[in-house]
């Protein structure tokens, strides 16, 4: 059974900055593409960064040089360091696993396994 448990998420300040925490068990990050992905309220889940197997990333246009996707194949962790964090990061942050490809896309039905979410919020 393969399970994802994000970590890291709280209250920050404009311009702060917060590093998400993925870890999986029954399955390694490194064969497939993983990715993280974010829930506004009233809003739907839209992609955030994604990560392939060879290691190619992408990213959503809005957090384009702030936000870093990770993986460390040794601790099978996937992590998202996000920085000049913006009141409009507020969500809730998953992240997610393609079962099969190693390349994946970015549509959030293509993934295969989810984490429970993290919460970011804005503490102005």
């Known amino acids: 059974q393969v399970q994802l448990v994000e970590s890291g998420g709280g209250l920050v300040q404009p311009g702060g900055s917060l590093r998400l925490s993925c870890a999986a068990s029954?399955?390694?990050?490194?064969?497939?593409?993983t990715g993280w992905y974010r829930q506004a309220p009233g809003k739907e889940r839209e992609l955030v960064a994604r990560?392939?197997?060879?290691?190619?990333?992408n990213y959503a246009e809005s957090v384009k040089g702030r936000f870093t996707i990770s993986r460390d194949n040794a601790e099978n962790a996937l992590y998202l360091q996000m920085n000049s964090l913006k009141p409009e990061d507020t969500a809730d942050y998953y992240c997610?696993?393609?079962?099969?490809?190693?390349?994946?896309?970015?549509?959030?039905?293509?993934?295969?396994?989810w984490g429970q979410g993290t919460q970011v919020t804005d503490a102005s």
């Open positions: 997610a696993q393609d079962r099969d490809r190693r390349y994946g896309s970015n549509a959030s039905s293509e993934y295969d396994y």
């Open positions: 029954g399955s390694i990050f490194s064969f497939t593409a």
């Open positions: 990560i392939t197997a060879g290691d190619t990333t």
